[in-house]
């Protein structure tokens, strides 16, 4: 167990709607990255926070949206979802903004777009 | 549950075996270097990192050993068991905390 925690675990839902991600970091992790994992693509990061401020953006789409709250946790948005959004969504936590590279990665949620 | 589906590299051994996974990184720039292993249904697990001022880390069943020379990482996994049946990951670290994360390879282990 990494100590990061995400929910739901399983998500199905059609094409159109907007759906909400939730991410507990470990505790004392102030940064919190997302991450999508689908079939051909392997992990592609999408967004990272640092103590609530965005950090760094991958490959993340105008459609989705994150924010992390003064409590750190962190909620991922996907908006007007697609069929290819269908993947698996990862939350990571790490200490410190520097220096430190390790990511403790959650269960990650299932989302399927039909 | 799975992690990730059919399209990646497979590497087969039997059980007890050594086995060697291989990663080709893109960034000489990159200081630090991790192997994430990951199990069906499971998010990504850390095995072991290396620094890029090291060519040579061993952990416990498990060597990563770096050369920078031709941007290539290897995880060796000494006396598989069952157990270590996943998908491997290498990823290299940059600045400001950034992984970025190789395609995988599946290792299957044969009792």
């Known amino acids: 167990d990494s100590g990061v925690t995400q929910t739901p675990k399983h998500l199905i839902t059609a094409t159109g709607q907007r759906v909400t991600l939730r991410c507990s970091p470990r505790?004392?992790?102030?940064?919190v990255y997302w991450y999508q994992q689908s079939l051909d693509q392997g992990l592609q990061f999408l967004i990272q926070?640092?103590?609530?401020?965005?950090?760094a953006k991958g490959n993340i789409l105008e459609r989705f949206s994150a924010q992390q709250f003064p409590d750190l946790h962190s909620e991922l948005n996907l908006s007007s979802l697609e069929l290819g959004d269908s993947a698996l969504y990862f939350c990571?936590?790490?200490?410190?903004?520097?220096?430190?590279?390790?990511?403790?990665f959650g269960p990650g949620t299932r989302l399927t777009v039909t | 549950g799975e992690s990730v589906g059919l399209h990646l590299p497979t590497l087969s051994v039997q059980e007890g075996d050594n086995s060697i996974i291989n990663c080709a990184y893109s960034?000489?720039?990159?200081?630090?270097f991790i192997w994430y292993k990951q199990e069906s249904g499971k998010g990504p697990q850390f095995i072991i990192d290396i620094r890029s001022n090291m060519d040579k880390r061993q952990g416990q069943r498990v060597t990563v050993l770096l050369n920078k020379t031709v941007k290539h990482l290897s995880l060796q996994i000494a006396a598989t068991q069952p157990g270590d049946s996943a998908v491997y990951f290498c990823?290299?670290?940059?600045?400001?905390?950034?992984?970025?994360f190789g395609g995988g390879t599946r290792l299957m282990v044969k009792p």
């Open positions: 505790s004392g992790d102030l940064s």
């Open positions: 990823a290299e670290g940059n600045a400001g905390n950034m992984l970025t």
């Open positions: 990571a936590s790490s200490a410190t903004l520097a220096g430190t590279y390790e990511q403790y």
């Open positions: 960034n000489s720039a990159s200081d630090y």
């Open positions: 926070y640092y103590n609530g401020e965005e950090r």
